[in-house]
């Protein structure tokens, strides 16, 4: 593969969908702790298996899922869920987030296990990747020296927020 591909995109998300678990999930995990369904663990694997660091490009989701808890008060990662959160399979723009967030005066957790953010409001579960998270991703590809970054989908974001803490 190395002689026969300028670059490879890692699509680095997806991982989870309350539409395939019954609990919230990191779809975007850049680490799992609990699992190797992670970025991390995938570019490592690509490595190690003789694709040069500078042909892995990262893929960088504007974007997040929403799931509805089991129970509101049990409402970290790994939490029971019933299903997704919209009709459109719990999926939400980046945009979307910030302004759910926003209107419904949610308070917006991190997690630095899985470097990954959600909130919850009632029921509703989402988790997604912020400024802050971008930043932390586009310098894992820095430090591991990946080809670069890609985004999924520029038209997801917020006022070129996460364009833009990306290219810092």
Known sequence: MEQYLDWANVMA?????????????AHAALYDPTSTVNTD???RAWISRGLSSNKVVLSLPFYGYAWTLANAQDNGIGAPATGPASPDGGVMSYKKIRDYVLRNGANVMYNA???VNYCTVGSTWIGFDDVDV?????????EKKLLGYIAWEVS????????????K
């Open 13 to 25: 998300y997806n991982f989870y969908s309350p539409q395939w678990y019954k609990f919230t999930a």
């Open 41 to 43: 663990f995938g570019i």
């Open 113 to 115: 296990a899985y470097v």
């Open 134 to 142: 971008v930043r932390i991703k586009v310098a894992y590809a820095k």
């Open 156 to 167: 997801n974001d917020d006022n070129w927020m996460l364009s833009q803490a990306a290219g």
